[in-house]
């Protein structure tokens, strides 16, 4: 039986015992490989294990819009542990072959550091929380994660999808600002890195 959020914290209000179960996969169970599901064998081409390629043009872009008078931040590189230094520059030239990131002599510049992911590998992520400050907010309407939760009552089959490189797939649109050429155009998300080169996202990286 499936009762809304709203119903449990009215139950828990009342003084009815709550109780969160989780499941855990222990380590000598087999786990399940992506290519064994029939649908990831079927639908290949769907489910590849790296991009194919620079994603395509478009109809919507991805932009930044600053705040009117925004000066040109940049911020000093983070230290990093070996480690982390030998990832980053084992990582900054694939993103360059695959032509995710690309050379920058922009003034705009943010710090990169890794975040540990679940299989214990390193993450690259762009701290753009200087960036984020004078950057002009969406103001589209999310839902209600309660409000969510609530429609799924009566279901029994819930999925979730996980893109891959998923930040990667948002292409960032080239604002020319008026008056300006090609040569003039504001990169404002420019990669400051330890290795005592910079670069600049043609695409969205993680941590924007």
Not at 71 to 88: D, F, H, N, V
Not at 164 to 185: D, F, T, V
């Amino acid at each position: 039986m499936m009762i809304s959020s709203s119903r449990a914290r009215q139950l828990i209000s009342r003084g009815c015992v709550a109780y969160l179960a989780t499941v855990v996969l222990r380590g000598d169970a087999d786990a399940p490989r992506i290519e064994d599901i029939p649908v990831v064998r079927e639908f290949g081409d769907v489910f590849p294990a790296e991009l194919p390629g620079i994603p395509p043009d478009r109809e919507i872009e991805f932009v930044v819009d600053l705040v009117p008078g925004t000066t040109p931040i940049s911020k000093a590189p983070y230290r990093m542990a070996p480690a982390e230094l030998k990832e980053l520059r084992a990582q900054l030239p694939d993103l360059l072959d695959k032509g995710f990131v690309r050379p920058s002599v922009s003034p705009w510049g943010a710090p990169v550091l890794f975040v540990k992911k679940k299989d214990g590998s390193l993450r690259l992520c762009v701290d753009y929380r200087e960036l984020n400050k004078v950057t002009i907010k969406n103001k589209y309407p999310l839902p209600r994660i309660d409000d969510l939760f609530d429609q799924l009552q009566g279901s029994s089959v819930y999925s979730k999808i996980d893109l891959q490189s998923g930040y990667h797939q948002l292409k960032i649109a080239p604002r020319i600002e008026e008056g300006e050429g090609e040569e003039g155009r504001k990169e404002k998300k420019k990669i400051n890195k330890r290795t005592g080169t910079s670069s600049s996202p043609s695409h969205l990286p993680f941590g924007a």
